[in-house]
């Protein structure tokens, strides 16, 4: 959340400097105000917790590196924490970019039943990720879930509880969350094609395929850089499902970075070694967005409309 | 750029929103507060605090909150001096912890009859150096063995009394297609916590994990802790359900599978009766819906009448709490607290109150069967031991149910356990 908001107001404020047209810097006071709060300030005292030893009820005291020098050197699960926040993210980026692309192209179209269709896919990013960690746990129970009603032998019946399948199914759920609004943002790009671009490819005799990868692909590249910043550093902070589904187990298999601050600060009561991994976080998630921005080019971002 | 600025706009009416409800959250002065549970026998409790709101001229605000959320919220608000003006515990290290940082005040003016009314064993427990700190506010919680009459009938075999019991009726079950002698909810992890605790004290008394409480260097390492863990594995072989790693005990799945028939026996807390009772009516009223204590173990040192459990869950008032506030805490504690009322509704819906009154009134109640077994438990138990995640220190707990699950999971050996559990005294 926090590398995302920064990584807006970066862009944005990049823009105003160069061209310094528009409204004035009073205007994103407010703006300003609001992240300094809420954003600057807490991820200030993160940085100094990250510093002090505390159990959240006695008085914190500085220990100077100490829990730097733990958590990064006498604890080796956070390297397995942050080799498994690689995997959930790479692997929920491999999942979601392609299905939502291809639901969004065909959102976009005009096929019958598309708009009922569309309703239908949407529905997953309505719903409260609680309450979608919960339906799935029931759909996963080994004895009254979905194994259970199917007639194939074949399905497993540890869903949840298989250490070598769990960090896929987390890829799937999460994924199944997810899709709906990337997918929207690929309809809304496709929607936004000049039509006389496909005619021309049309006329010139393209296909759909080729029509796919020579117009639709190159037209919605930003829509594409704006969806993968969105999924890779939502990906690489996400918590909510993974901690109702499975908190972190078995075997702490999908333990991811945020899960693991989190059950070291609020559970092992341990808040400056979760500092530690949330200073980590912030760290990884801000260099990603501004990598993706650099690699872009998002910088020199400009409408390609048709007569703009 | 236009609808940036609406954005923006928008975004600083909601973030000025926030912070006035914030200011409006600490505006709560000179009213005193308690935080519950959610479901369970909570609503009584809800309902009670209610009444006395009624009836008495200064008056509780009552928030309930979900059992883990809660866990973690009111360490952070006592740490940063925002309690509620009653915090609730289940004692062991958690209240040990508020004593030790002088966050909660001594309640031995103010607990009225109470003390000549609860059972010494439950009692002891809110005691911190010969203080009162905390007081017991709703039902006892002893671990039970649950069984279904049914699944033993079938295969001809009768409630175990001993270990070696089970052992044989473990064994006739094995070759059983669908199903399996225990019941458990090993991908809850609490739920087989029960067994570790019963199994260490059959074996070596309540004396091995009274060690590891009073931070005895090397308690852990101990020959009865690791009988319990090394049968557990086994039981995970052969004895625990299939895929028990995948049951979940938030959905009541192992109690479904006892419900069902799948599983003979289920080792659950008390308030699991009340759980069947209202989600499997249909087993609950067949007259297959057994429970008992745990076997003994014949050449275990254990005292057989030792009962594993939350003895309840305790009242402590805080020190932050302005006087007013602390003065209706001591009055509803003194004056309210298990009042007849009270006591009926908890009776009627299958809880014990951890008093030596009630005997009494158990009969005729719709749970008196099993409310009289619970008593004898309670009453008779040699000691009661408190749930070891409660009983370790705050800093223990997660490794200890880390471990736990990596027993479960095959994933760690008895002996690594207790090295690493030492490791974190």
Request: charged share 15%; proline share 4%.
């Amino acid at each position: 959340m926090t590398a995302t908001a920064s990584s807006d107001t970066s862009v944005g404020g990049k823009a105003t400097g160069q061209r310094r047209q528009g409204p004035s810097f009073l205007m994103a006071l407010p703006a300003v105000l609001f992240f300094g709060f809420f954003a600057l300030i807490p991820l200030g005292g993160v940085l100094a917790i990250s510093f002090m030893e505390w159990n959240v009820l006695g008085s914190p005291s500085w220990v100077g590196l100490d829990n730097w020098d733990a958590v990064l050197t006498d604890r080796p699960f956070t390297w397995r924490a942050l080799g498994l926040t690689v995997i959930f993210v790479v692997g929920s980026y491999l999942f979601q970019a392609p299905v939502a692309l291809l639901l969004g192209v065909f959102m976009a179209g005009q096929q019958r039943y598309r708009a009922l269709l569309s309703v239908l896919y949407f529905l997953p990013l309505l719903f409260s990720s609680v309450a979608v960690g919960l339906t799935f746990q029931s759909l996963f129970s080994p004895y009254y879930g979905i194994s259970s009603a199917l007639p194939f032998e074949w399905l497993p019946h540890d869903w949840l509880a298989n250490p070598d399948i769990v960090m896929y199914v987390m890829i799937f759920v999460v994924g199944w969350c997810f899709v709906p609004f990337h997918a929207l943002l690929y309809q809304a790009g496709v929607r936004q094609i000049p039509t006389d671009m496909f005619e021309a490819a049309t006329i010139d005799g393209a296909g759909r395929v080729r029509t796919f990868f020579s117009i639709t692909l190159p037209q919605l590249r930003y829509t594409i850089i704006t969806s993968s910043t969105l999924m890779l550093v939502g990906s690489l902070t996400y918590f909510d499902l993974i901690f109702v589904l499975t908190g972190g187990q078995p075997q702490d298999s999908v333990r991811i970075l945020p899960l693991d601050m989190y059950i070291t600060g609020f559970s092992a009561n341990n808040l400056g070694y979760a500092s530690v991994i949330a200073v980590i976080l912030v760290a990884i998630g801000l260099s990603m967005s501004l990598l993706l921005n650099k690699l872009s080019g998002s910088t020199k971002m400009e409408s390609d409309k048709a007569g703009a | 750029m236009s609808r940036r600025s609406i954005l923006q706009t928008g975004t600083a009416s909601v973030a000025a929103a926030s912070l006035l409800a914030l200011t409006a959250c600490g505006g709560s002065e000179e009213q005193a507060e308690a935080w519950i549970l959610t479901g369970g026998g909570w609503d009584a409790i809800a309902d009670d605090l209610e009444r006395f709101n009624e009836s008495s001229e200064s008056t509780i605000d009552v928030e309930a909150i979900e059992n883990d959320a809660y866990k973690q919220q009111i360490r952070t608000a006592v740490g940063s001096g925002d309690a509620p003006t009653m915090i609730m515990s289940w004692t062991g290290g958690a209240l040990l912890e508020y004593v030790n940082e002088e966050r909660v005040v001594p309640l031995d003016d103010h607990v009225g009859e109470l003390e000549q009314r609860v059972h010494d064993s439950v009692w002891q427990n809110g005691v911190v150096e010969d203080s009162v700190y905390a007081v017991p506010l709703n039902d006892v919680q002893p671990v039970v063995l649950y069984y279904n009459q049914d699944v033993l009938d079938e295969h001809g075999l009768s409630v175990p009394e001993t270990w070696s019991d089970m052992e044989s009726i473990i064994d006739t079950l094995e070759g059983v297609e669908d199903v399996d002698a225990l019941s458990v909810a090993g991908g809850s992890v609490w739920p087989a916590l029960m067994w570790l605790q019963y199994l260490t004290d059959r074996h070596g008394g309540e004396e091995v994990f009274s060690a590891v409480v009073e931070g005895e260097e090397g308690a852990w390492d101990n020959e009865s802790i690791i009988y319990a863990l090394e049968t557990m594995q086994e039981l995970g072989e052969s004895g625990f359900i299939d895929n028990y790693n995948a049951v979940d005990a938030a959905q009541n799945e192992d109690a479904q599978l006892l419900a069902d028939g799948r599983a003979a026996f289920l080792l659950q807390g008390s308030w699991v009766y009340a759980t069947i009772n209202m989600d499997f009516p249909e087993f609950a009223d067949s007259g297959s819906f057994g429970f008992t204590t745990f076997p003994e173990l014949e050449e275990g040192e254990g005292d057989p009448s030792n009962v594993v459990g939350n003895p309840a869950n305790f009242w402590s008032v805080s020190s932050d709490a302005s006087e007013a506030e602390q003065e209706t805490a001591f009055n509803y504690i003194s004056e309210h607290l298990y009042n007849d009322e009270a006591v009926d509704d908890m009776l009627n819906s299958g809880s014990l109150p951890p008093l030596n009154d009630v005997e009494d009134k158990i009969a005729g109640t719709d749970a008196e069967e099993f409310l009289t077994m619970a008593d004898d438990m309670v009453a008779n138990a040699n000691h009661f031991q408190l749930s070891w995640d409660q009983a370790v220190s705050p800093s223990e707990e997660q490794p200890l149910m880390d471990n736990l699950a990596a027993i479960l999971q095959g994933n760690m050996t008895p002996q690594e356990f207790v090295e690493d559990m030492n490791s974190q005294q």
